[in-house]
Each structure stands twice: as structure tokens, then as C-alpha cells.
């Protein structure tokens, strides 16, 4: 079983980790950026529920909030260094992002405080500042897949829809590191009518979607849960 065959390969670049916090400096892993909406901006933005953040020093946080506030567990790695239990609190306001990371373990990894803006496109960026860690400076980072707008506070559409766009499997489809790319976790494939979540709007055939019981963690460039699906040909039909 097999989805449409696609010429065209892509290599995928292996990273090996790195062991201690303070020794890396990879850029993040940054969404690409679309052109922003015709409609006005949406006047406040969600959490989309599972939240993933990664910095620049290497760091991932993962938490869960459906709203424009956080309270709760979060799970906090990076560096080569194994994960540990964490606290998050704090909100969005408006498109403006303030959060507070408190560690289980600050003496491996630190406490944090992030700050940042929602695109228009619902992708959201800003900097972390690690404290006690001056010396690091404002660190870049991402959120890895977009927010929503609130019911109600869109005004006039764009492209941050207040709920998340969805894709309905038609046929039994592959999953891919890329479009065109790699095909990854053979035999695991997408059965007919799943409904599953665009991580962006889908193009040229091919929707990035989320897909929550993809074995094997992340592929490639891509964070874990995440993989390109074939669009063309009656394989997804896009709600």
C-alpha cells in the first residue's frame, strides 16, 4: 500500500545531541511565515492545546491549555539532557505572549521566563531569558505549531481560524518527512476516514498535519507527532 509515487527525495540532515545546556547555540526550529491576511488582525489568541516551544539554547517545553491562560504541568528538556517536571503559568493578551517556567530542577535545567507576540498567521516567537544564566542574554524561540483565535475576536477573518483546520483521510495514506520526501515508519499509515489537524495550510498537494500516534518521535526537521501527507488524488479531503 502506498501512496502516489513522487520522484523527487529529500536528504535528511541528523543532529547529534549535545550534552550540558550551555553548550549549544543551534538556531530554532522556525515556522515558515505566510503572507499576512487582507482581513484585520484577530484581536486575541488561544493556546491550541498541546503547546511545544523550542529555544535556541536547545530547549523544548510541552504543555496542554485550550485557553488565553496556563496553570499547570509542563514537561521541560533539551541540551542532550533528560526531561523534568516543570510548573508554567501565565497568559496571551491580545497577540502578546507572558510566560513564567518554574523547574523541578533548577541546577540542571533553569527557570525561565518567555515573552513574545501570535503572528497574524497564528505562529508565535519572541525570547526566553534563563535565569541565572545573564550571561546567555535574550534567546530566540518558537512555538512549533499555531494558535488560535478566540470565538468572536476575529475581525473579518485571516488566516488564524478560531479553531483548527482539520483534513478526512479518504484512502489509506503514507506519511512523509517532507513533501516528496521520505516515507517514514513503514508499514504505519494514516487509515480511511481519520480526521486529523493541519499544522499550516495545506499546499501544492501536500498537508504538514499533526498526527498524535506517529511511532518513532521527531523525523527529520519535523517535531514529533508531525509528518507531510499526500493531499492529491482523493487521498485527504480538506475541511
Request: hydrophobic share 40%; glycine share 12%; with cysteine.
Amino acid at each position: 500500500m502506498s501512496v502516489k509515487s513522487v520522484a523527487a527525495k529529500c536528504a535528511v540532515t541528523a543532529c547529534a545531541a549535545v550534552a550540558g545546556f550551555l553548550g549549544v547555540h543551534a538556531p530554532a526550529q522556525a515556522e515558515p511565515r505566510y503572507p499576512l491576511p487582507l482581513a484585520p488582525a484577530c484581536t486575541q489568541f488561544i493556546f491550541s492545546g498541546p503547546v511545544e516551544i523550542r529555544s535556541a539554547q536547545g530547549t523544548l517545553v510541552t504543555f496542554f491549555s485550550t485557553g488565553a491562560a496556563v496553570n499547570g504541568a509542563a514537561k521541560y528538556s533539551g541540551a542532550g539532557l533528560p526531561a523534568v517536571d516543570a510548573t508554567v503559568n501565565g497568559s496571551i493578551t491580545g497577540d502578546s505572549i507572558a510566560l513564567t517556567l518554574t523547574s523541578s530542577d533548577p541546577g540542571v535545567l533553569p527557570n525561565a521566563q518567555y515573552s513574545g507576540k501570535v503572528d497574524d498567521n497564528g505562529f508565535a516567537a519572541g525570547k526566553v531569558k534563563f535565569v541565572g544564566h545573564d550571561d546567555l542574554g535574550d534567546v530566540d524561540w518558537n512555538a512549533t505549531a499555531r494558535f488560535f483565535c478566540a470565538q468572536g475576536a476575529q475581525n473579518g477573518g485571516g488566516a488564524a481560524e478560531g479553531k483548527p483546520g482539520t483534513v478526512t483521510v479518504l484512502k489509506d495514506s503514507d506519511v512523509y518527512d517532507a513533501p516528496g520526501g521520505n516515507r517514514l515508519e513503514e508499514p504505519f499509515f494514516l487509515d480511511n476516514d481519520s480526521v486529523l489537524t493541519t499544522v499550516k495550510p495545506c499546499a501544492d498537494n501536500w498537508c504538514l498535519l499533526q498526527i498524535p500516534n506517529l511511532p518513532g518521535g521527531a523525523h527529520g526537521g519535523l517535531p514529533a507527532g508531525q509528518a507531510w501527507v499526500y493531499s492529491g488524488d482523493d487521498f485527504l479531503k480538506v475541511n
